[in-house]
């Protein structure tokens, strides 16, 4: 699996976009970007996925470059229950499921 | 709310024992994941499991072992226990893309262990 490198910690005021970047500059054709995060010690959370084109669901928007090397995960109105460690990973999809390698992440402060 | 279950939340025990983690995943799912989360090494994948069988191994030590139940459950058992071990132990399941579904994992809330 690629690996991914991302800020180990970020700041966002509350009510404001919070944009978290992710470099996978090695990625390959056929590995998708998921994004999790991980409230305190809870288990992660599931964010969103894409492979190239950017997608948008209730909870955020991931914007992929279009060489792929890199995305954006976007928190539209961050609020203080946003605060928490995000996981950008990389891996290829697998028809029986493949495990996750994750990194450090970032850890995302919200303010009020 | 994942759907994902575990138990027990909490566990205490002492060095050289044997404990055993319950893990029911989604209804649905047929792949169950173990991860391991310690302060000093983050989350680390151990060991996968697909409809009963074993898919993939990560970092899982010998003293560990894991099997999946024809009702999709989960066991994960450590035993001789450590300092070491002591961590938050999470489960995951997905559905799998061979039987139409996803394979988006969900992350149940864990347990976590402690060894004195």
């Known amino acids: 699996d690629a690996k991914t490198t991302q800020p180990p910690s970020m700041d966002c005021a509350e009510g404001r976009a919070a944009n978290l970047p992710c470099n996978h500059s090695?990625?390959?054709?056929?590995?998708?970007v998921y994004w999790y995060r991980q409230i305190h010690s809870q288990g992660p959370q599931y964010i969103i996925h894409g492979l190239k084109n950017n997608e948008t669901n209730e909870m955020a928007s991931l914007i992929i470059t279009e060489d792929r090397k890199s995305s954006t995960l976007i928190l539209p109105h961050a609020t203080l229950r946003d605060t928490a460690v995000y996981y950008c990973?990389?891996?290829?999809?697998?028809?029986?499921?493949?495990?996750?390698?994750f990194g450090p992440g970032t850890r995302l402060s919200v303010l009020p | 709310d994942s759907g994902v279950t575990q138990t027990p939340k909490h566990l205490i025990t002492a060095t050289g024992q044997r404990v055993t983690l319950r893990c029911s995943p989604r209804?649905?799912?047929?792949?169950v994941y173990w991860y391991q989360q310690s302060l000093d090494q983050g989350l680390q994948f151990l060991i996968q499991?697909?409809?009963?069988?074993?898919?993939a191994k990560g970092n899982i030590l010998e003293r560990f072992s894991a099997q999946q139940f024809p009702d999709l459950h989960s066991e994960l058992n450590l035993s001789s226990l450590e300092l070491g071990d002591s961590a938050l132990y999470f489960c995951a399941s997905s559905e799998g893309l061979a039987g139409g579904g996803t394979d988006t994992q969900y992350f149940g809330p864990g347990t976590r262990l402690t060894v004195l």
């Open positions: 990973i990389v891996r290829v999809r697998d028809n029986y499921g493949q495990n996750f390698v």
């Open positions: 499991y697909y409809n009963g069988e074993e898919r």
């Open positions: 209804s649905g799912d047929l792949s």
């Open positions: 090695t990625i390959s054709g056929n590995e998708y």
